[in-house]
């Protein structure tokens, strides 16, 4: 009974996978043949990238603040309070900056491709575009993956820049480091590895990212319930699986940049 | 983008005079274990008009839909405008959508454009037309559903049963050979409901286009067949039907997933069958 159930739900995963991949395959034939909606890049760019401006500004600067007053403490028991922009450049641009913007795409992106798309299936839009000539994976997924995959990196960029701030007015004004010693000390802690991976890996995420947001959305049936459920679904895949992939990610790079 | 002006005719031998413009052969379609459609086999003539009627979840919709290719049959054949759809790929697909239109059952509109943008959209996308060109096309199409100056507006902006006129602008606007509808008047009022249906004739017997007819109104159903669209100078009335064109009207009845009924108004008003009787009531 309890093998069935394992079996079938490992059918049912293998299932998933196998139609996520096709649709990242489609994705890609689409993206380098004609027609190619570039309105609706530019759209997406302006969605996906503008409108998730304000929640990754304040998540990067809080990040950077925080990670200033707990590492304050930390450094103090060594008396190396003024290394403080060290460790904060350090796992803002390498770690913490790509990930957690990812993680807040996940939540504003992925649930709402989710959601978009999945109420343009059950409400029949989606088979509405294929009646009407023009491909779904074309008009729909790739500006929105593209979209992603330029996106995601800048901002980033935009987070660690915040964060660097953010660590740089707690260094100011509650641990009394000085402004000169603060940004020689960010820009001692950081080498040119760092900075490659703190730039290679949201182009990663950003696709993984989009791309379950859409396969989620588009294999959406159930009505208004069944959206609700992909918008859920699609966060909670996304957010796991940028957390797998950045480990992995972090590995392959290491092996390569170090 | 592309090249192609889409609202020219289809290619010659798309339109050999009389040869079915849909052809069904024993086609059955399971979804997961459940059996939807078991060994249907019909075909639409030109110019005719097939209704197809059934209690909701006999697989009506299924049909429209494996016509046009958006679902393939388990097993069986479909032919549509001489070509075999349920072998093609989707690419292959395409270039016979472009002769076809389908009304989908809630109007299926995209929310986020507006209706010209919405009507347009087969225009906008894919033709030679220039944006102001296709404009006027547009305005064309909405001044025959008598939807002119909502051109602007977002869908949500408009009643059910405008919303339905706006999704039939959108499935004419390329002059198609073949219109599907998907219960172009369910939930409509009687007025909504008949203007519905003038739209329905007007476009079957002035553009001599085919037309696949999904309803659960008798009362739709008979009012298509039964009436005729003329042009009377710059006029359009809708007149009795004249023998021949009532004759052109075949309605077949879906009763779980079987063809249970087939043939013209006046036999399925004959028919002695008990489940067509409380059907009729
Ligand atoms: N994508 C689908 N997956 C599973 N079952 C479906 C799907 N689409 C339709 N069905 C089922 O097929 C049957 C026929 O549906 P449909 O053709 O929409 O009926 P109707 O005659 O009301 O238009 C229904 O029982 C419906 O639940
Ligand atoms: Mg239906």
């Given at each position: 009974m309890s093998g069935n159930w394992a079996v079938e739900f490992v059918k049912k995963a293998l299932l998933e996978v196998q139609e996520y991949v096709r649709l990242c395959f489609a994705a890609g034939r689409a993206a380098v043949s004609r027609p190619f909606y570039f309105r609706d890049v530019m759209e997406q760019i302006d969605i996906i990238g503008l409108g998730s401006l304000t929640v990754v500004l304040l998540t990067g600067f809080f990040t950077g603040a925080v990670l200033a007053l707990q590492s304050g403490m930390t450094l103090d028991q060594f008396g190396a309070r003024p290394f403080v922009g060290r460790l904060i450049s350090a796992s803002m641009i390498k770690e913490l900056g790509p990930v957690l913007t990812a993680l807040m795409l996940s939540g504003r992106v992925g649930s709402g491709i989710a959601a978009e798309l999945g109420s343009m299936v059950v409400t029949e839009q989606i088979s509405a575009l294929r009646a009407l000539g023009t491909d779904p994976v074309r008009k729909l997924v790739v500006p929105r993956v593209l979209a992603g995959f330029i996106m995601c990196p800048i901002l980033t960029v935009v987070a660690n820049a915040v964060g660097l701030l953010g660590g740089w007015i707690i260094a100011l004004t509650q641990l009394r480091v000085a402004s000169g010693v603060y940004w020689s000390s960010v820009v001692e802690g950081l080498y040119i590895q760092d900075v490659w991976m703190g730039i290679i890996k949201p182009f990663f995420l950003g696709f993984v990212i989009v791309t379950i947001g859409c396969h989620v959305g588009l294999r959406t049936s159930g009505g208004t319930q069944g959206v609700g459920r992909a918008t859920t679904n699609a966060v909670v895949a996304s957010s796991v699986v940028v957390l797998i992939v950045d480990f992995f990610l972090t590995r392959f790079l290491i092996s390569i940049l170090f | 983008m592309a090249t192609r002006d889409v609202t020219a005719g289809p290619p010659?031998?798309?339109?050999?005079?009389?040869?079915?413009?849909a052809l069904f052969d024993r086609v059955t379609l399971a979804f997961d274990e459940k059996?939807?459609?078991?060994d249907v086999t019909f075909d639409v003539r030109f110019g005719h008009t097939k209704i197809f009627l059934g209690?909701?979840?006999?697989g009506k919709s299924t049909i429209l839909k494996l016509m046009l290719g958006l679902l393939k049959p388990d097993s069986g054949t479909i032919w549509v405008l001489g070509q075999r759809v349920d072998t093609m790929t989707e690419a292959q697909l395409m270039r016979v959508r472009e002769h076809m239109g389908m009304v989908f059952q809630e109007g299926a509109l995209f929310d986020s454009l507006t209706v010209g943008e919405n009507v347009g959209f087969k225009l906008y996308e894919d033709s030679d037309l220039s944006l102001s060109e296709v404009r006027e096309r547009v305005e064309e199409v909405l001044g025959f559903v008598s939807l002119a100056e909502h051109i602007d507006k977002l869908p949500s902006a408009l009643s059910g049963g405008q919303r339905r006129r706006v999704a039939i602008a959108r499935a004419m606007i390329t002059r198609p050979k073949v219109l599907l509808y998907d219960e172009?008047?369910?939930?409509?009022?009687p007025m909504t409901c008949l203007s519905v249906d003038t739209e329905i004739v007007k476009l079957r017997d002035l553009q001599q286009v085919t037309s696949v007819l999904v309803t659960h109104q008798l009362r739709d159903a008979f009012y298509i067949a039964s009436h005729e669209a003329r042009r009377n100078g710059r006029e359009v009335e809708l007149v009795e039907a004249s023998e021949q064109k009532v004759e052109e009207a075949d309605f077949v009845m879906i009763r779980e997933g079987r063809v249970a009924f087939e043939g013209s108004a006046w036999e399925l008003r004959h028919s002695k069958d008990a489940y067509l009787q409380t059907f009729l009531s």
């Open positions: - | 010659a031998e798309l339109v050999e005079a009389h040869a079915p413009v059996v939807i459609l078991r209690a909701s979840g006999a172009p008047t369910t939930g409509l009022d």
